[in-house]
């Protein structure tokens, strides 16, 4: 229950199986659930995910229930919530992690994402991606100077050529240290950039 799914099944056959089992799990549950999103049957597969969970608490009905709430129901506080089930399942699988921490952030739950890192080990707190949620929800939440410090010398092993997630948190942090002049509507990229140049270690725009 607490190993991460590795593989999924699709097709009408798989669905149709799972159907006429009689003695259906969780995972049976939560599968099928899948097989009806892939479907793009969302009641279904909702539905899957509700009666997987409500057989056995886990992570990947948790998770994917959030993932519906989110994105297609417009309901960020509901998956906020859901997602913190996940992760109290399982708090050692970094892509669940990845994906709270987006969740949480886009509901403006900066306070819970820093709750939460608190009580993962050391090895996750110190991951780089998660470092850097962390750091932009203390930015968020006004306490520049902690972010700061979380941005010198932080690695994000995962991070592609072109993302600015690590720009824009720059640009945010430092921004707010510049006056805007009269007669301008807000400082620049390149105003903020010549003031405060972009390290080089966080520096992964496409040029």
Known sequence: MDRPILSFMTGEDWIERLRRRSDKDWYDWMQ???LYYAQNDLRRAADCFTTSLAQTENAWSCRNLAQLKRNFEGDKDGAADLMKRAVSCKKDYLPLLI???????????????????DTLPDWLRENGRLMLFTALCYSKLGQ????EQMLEGLTVADICEGESSLTDLW?????RKMPVCDGAASV????????YPLPYHLDFRMH
Not at 101 to 116: F, H, K, M, P, S
Not at 171 to 175: P, R, S, V, Y
């Open 188 to 195: 620049t990229l390149e105003q903020v950039l010549r003031q």
């Open 144 to 147: 520049n100077e902690t972010a």
């Open 99 to 117: 994906d709270c921490a987006e969740t949480l952030i886009d509901a403006g739950r900066y306070t819970d994402w820093i709750n939460l890192v």
């Open 32 to 34: 099928l659930g899948v």
């Open 171 to 175: 640009m945010e942090l430092h921004k």
